[in-house]
Each structure stands twice: as structure tokens, then as C-alpha cells.
């Protein structure tokens, strides 16, 4: 649905975007990370047309958003993060200017009352917006990308400001708009980005580090050779316990709490060593309370990626 091929923009000699290129599927949600000044502005605003690209292309559903402007922005709808609401209108007013504007062919009525009645804004159409509390007018900016219906939307941190129940309502309705439109979540808040999202692109510097699920950059971080083991026991008994194991290469303490000792266990192989672990506990009388793996938050991968100095 959304394919983005080298794309590089400069200004003057400063490279905001390098060679990115990433494709989002139909009905997939992808959420788009890097911290500021990463590109992700750039690139949504290449992606939507407001901005033109120095090299590389962006399609929209086939459409080339530069050589075939109309037919691929119909495809699309943008909330920017100020959402371009006219505070003098009613939300009626509004709804039927954006309808106007993007010359929509659904039959007016019927089109608004279903829009309204997803974003939940459905008890305030005939009042202004400058009346509208910050959730309300953010439920108002997405209800305008769905004017029209377009199958592509782009989100930019659709839920700043907002307190945490509506925070939780704006993310269980991106959720539902994800089951319909191929969605571009871009967010600093990652917890959100981890609930909402099926993948994450992640920019930095103005390059692509990262495209993937959370699930596989944490396997990628980690090559998949790491565990937590809690036990009962001292911290020198459990430490010399795990020595021992062949293929643990590395451990370290990370709490400790009413006699247990838990560690990060680095391994030098993939394959499983529970029972090894296991049958070394046994033998020295240590019951292991917990053995898991290790997951890693996207945080930790969001810092990890960030941070390395080959991106930069």
C-alpha cells in the first residue's frame, strides 16, 4: 500500500533523509520511532506531498505522490500533530469543509454519521470546537483523515496532550482503524508504539536502523542468547553455580530480594541450556526459583539503536 524507495532529501549540504526505503502493507499498522531530528517529520511530509523529495519515490497505493498527486492523495489521511481544526466552526461546519475540500463522493449523511460514530464524537457535532476539550479536538483531527475514506492513514503523535483515559480510548480506536487502513503511527511514546503497532520503523540520523517487530529487534539485540535465572542462595553461590555451566559466558546480578538472587545470564550458544543450568542447581541443593528469557523492552532497543555509533 505504502512503498518508499531511496528517498534522500537535502537541504543544501545538510542530509536530513539517506537512501530510505521501507513498504507497509495493507491493513498493517507500523509505528514510526527516532529521536529528534531523526527525519520522521520529513519523511511523513514527503510521503503525504507537503514536501518533495531530493531523490527516491514514494507510491501510494500505485500512485506516485509526485508525478500522480491527486489520485495518490486521495488516498491518504494526515493528522499532523497540531490538528488543522478551525475553532470557530461547529464540528458539522468542519466535517462538511473537509468534505468539500477533498471533493468526497460517499453520500454526506450516512458517510458522517459512520465517522463520527467511530471516533466518538457523535454527542458534539453541532457544537464548536473552540468549546471542545483537548480530547474531543483530537478525536475531531482523526475523524477528518477519514473523510472520504481513505485507505492509507498517517498519525503523527495522535494522542500528545491528551490525560491517560483518553490516551487509552485514541489508542483502542487506532486499534480498530488498523483492522481497515494501513496506518503510520508516529509516536514518542513507545509503550504506545508497542501496544498499538505490528511493527516499527526506527530513523536515526536520517537512516533507516531499524524494521521490524518488537519481538525481533529484541532477538536481534540479544542474538537470543540470554537468560534470567532467580535462585535461592548468596549471590557468590548462585554466581559460582552458573560458572560452571559450559556455555554461560557471562552473569550478573540484577536484584535481590527475601533470600533470592536474580542474574542476567549471557550464553555463548542459542540452543537451550535450561537442564544443564538446571542439574547444576540440583547438585549444589539451590532450588532455582525462575528461569526465563530474557525479553528486552522497546526502550532498551529504542536506546540501543539510537546509540550505536554506526548509525551515526
Known amino acids: 500500500m505504502i512503498k518508499v524507495n ?29 529521536p529528534n531530528g ?64 477533498k471533493g468526497a463522493a460517499q453520500k454526506k449523511e450516512a458517510h458522517f454519521k459512520e465517522i463520527c460514530e467511530l471516533t466518538g ?23 477528518q483523515t477519514l473523510v472520504g475514506n481513505p485507505p492509507v492513514l498517517i498519525l503523527d503523535e495522535p494522542t500528545v496532550g491528551l490525560d491517560p483515559k483518553q490516551i487509552i480510548e485514541v489508542r483502542n480506536l487506532i486499534k480498530k482503524l488498523g483492522q481497515k487502513h494501513t ?11 508497542q501496544a498499538v503497532c505490528d511493527r516499527i520503523i526506527v530513523l536515526n540520523n536520517g537512516k533507516l536502523v531499524a524494521d521490524s517487530t518488537s519481538e525481533s529487534l529484541s532477538d536481534r539485540l540479544t542474538d537470543g542468547h540470554s537468560l534470567i535465572v532467580r535462585a535461592v542462595g548468596s549471590a557468590g553461590e548462585i554466581q559460582s553455580v552458573l560458572n560452571s555451566v559450559k556455555t554461560v559466558k557471562r552473569c550478573t546480578v540484577t536484584s535481590q530480594d527475601n533470600g533470592t538472587v536474580e542474574f542476567n545470564v549471557s550464553l555463548t ?9 538446571f542439574f547444576a542447581f540440583a547438585a549444589k541443593k539451590l532450588p532455582i526459583v525462575e528461569m526465563r528469557r530474557r525479553e528486552y523492552s522497546l526502550e532498551d532497543i529504542f536506546m540501543s539503536l539510537v546509540d550505536n555509533k554506526d548509525n551515526k
Open 6 to 34: 531511496n528517498l534522500t532529501k537535502k537541504y543544501g549540504s545538510t542530509v536530513a533523509l539517506e537512501d530510505v526505503s521501507f513498504s507497509v502493507k495493507k491493513g498493517e499498522v507500523a509505528g514510526f520511532l527516532g
Open 38 to 101: 531523526a527525519g520522521k517529520s520529513t519523511t511523513m511530509n514527503i510521503i503525504t506531498g507537503y514536501l518533495s523529495s531530493t531523490s527516491g519515490t514514494v507510491t501510494i497505493d500505485g500512485f506516485d505522490i509526485l508525478e500522480q498527486p491527486t489520485e495518490a492523495k486521495k488516498k491518504i489521511g494526515y493528522l499532523p500533530e497540531v490538528p488543522p481544526l478551525y475553532p470557530d466552526m461547529t464540528v458539522n461546519e468542519y466535517l462538511d469543509f473537509v468534505y468539500e475540500l
Open 121 to 143: 464524537i457523535s454527542s458534539v457535532r453541532g457544537r464548536l470546537i473552540r468549546n471542545l476539550s483537548k480530547g474531543y479536538r483530537q478525536r475531531v483531527g482523526i475523524a
Open 183 to 193: 496506518v503510520i503511527l508516529s509516536s514518542h511514546i513507545l509503550s504506545e508504539v
Open 269 to 277: 550458544a542459542a540452543e537451550s541450556v535450561r537442564s544443564d543450568i
